[in-house]
């Protein structure tokens, strides 16, 4: 055995990422408030509630923990439905609130990164037809623009929107994310009404913040073919295509392209400064003609992969190398606005994170340019349609009492930030089992 450091590049990025309606609590104006009281949508019909109390202003203690344990950067996202609750009204207390947290993170010497739609609208939005209504693309533009005016002095990092991939997907063919639809138009008229309004919010933060820098985060995922049957690999390179592809290369070429038809869009192309990387895990696609819902496949994890803990993710380290150099043909620098994994006991993330970081310190090695690396996440906090079973936090939350436990993954995390890189006597320590792969 070699003993050593994998030492990252100077200045780099360390942080966790979270999400307004995950974490603050009392979100009562927007889609997943209403989501969530509707019967059978979340499972065990679970609520955000106070989730994890940040609008309270629990903030402080978590950035405390982040601060102390190395981390210098932060991506948290903004709630529209706060600052906008109603079409004709601003919220300035609720500015205010953001304010406050973003120079608490100057304070500790965090980096903010600034999310503008992470999963969730304003109700009105919605009555109004939301993602499917193209005026949505003027509204998302003047909700950014009082936004970025209001904050640009504390933040320059801006991710417009949180993997609209996901978003267009979920909510709109597989159905699990509000408004529960399944329609493949609607789902591509959605995808590409956030292309422009993506492309909108790109030249206003511009105008208002020339030094901004500005970029989306797309979840990237490996659809790798069941067998060497052109029917499985065709539908592997659809998926891919479809969920991976057009929405970036939108941004890049100023071409919407899928499903046969193309489309040029104005002022689009080259509307990223850097692009943001979400990378969980990947899995294999096995034609099904019985599934045209589904694109005509059966998407699944290997029998032999290692699984998390509710089996939402597949152990796949090598897929991060494949998506930071499927990233790289944009041509902007990249960051890993996200990456982790459901683990209540802890027992797979020690040699998740050790594992993972590795693979992108060997892909940093070979040039491609990754700035930083945000885990998913701090703090337990609300899933979505998985509401509170599924825990990626760094610490544990008690929802009721509020008390939050450090796992051991959280001082391992700590170790890696310090020294700005990953240690064979940290991951002997913490993660034994990955010492093989590390330092054989
Ligand atoms: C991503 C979301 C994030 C979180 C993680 C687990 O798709 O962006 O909010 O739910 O998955």
Known sequence: MVKGTYYFTKGFMWGTATAAHQVEGHNTNNTWFAWEQEESRILNRDRSGLACDWWGGRWREDFDRAQASAQNAHRLSIEWSRIQPAPDRWDENALDRYREMLIGLQDRKMTPMVTLHHFSEPLWVAEMGGWENEEIIELFTKFVEKTVAALK??????????????????AYIDGVFPPGKQDVKIALDVLRHMVLAHARAYHVIHELQPEARVGTAINYRGFKPASQWPWDRWMAKLHHHLFNNVFVQALHTGTFKALGKKQKLDRVSGTQDFLGLNYY??????????????FFARRFFRPDSLLSETGFIA??????????????????????????????????????????????????????????????????????ERGWSQRFGLWELNQKTQ???????????????????ISSEVTARYAPEAMQTLFP
């Open 315 to 384: 152990h796949d380290p090598q897929g991060l190398v494949e998506c930071v150099k499927w990233g790289n043909q944009f041509g902007v620098p990249m960051i890993i606005t996200e990456n982790g994994v459901e683990d209540r006991e802890d027992v797979l993330r020690p040699r998740y994170l050790v594992e993972h970081l590795h693979a992108l310190w060997r892909v940093i090695n070979d040039n491609y340019p990754v700035e930083g690396y945000f885990y998913w996440t701090l703090v337990d906090n609300f899933e979505w």
């Open 281 to 294: 895990t990947g899995e294999y696609v096995r034609f099904n003609p019985f599934a045209p819902d589904q």
């Open 153 to 170: 002095p504390y933040c320059h990092l801006w991710v417009t929107i949180n993997e609209p991939n996901v978003f267009a997907f979920n």
């Open 403 to 421: 008390a939050r436990v450090r796992r051991p993954s959280a001082e391992l995390y700590e170790e890696i930030c310090r020294i700005n890189g």
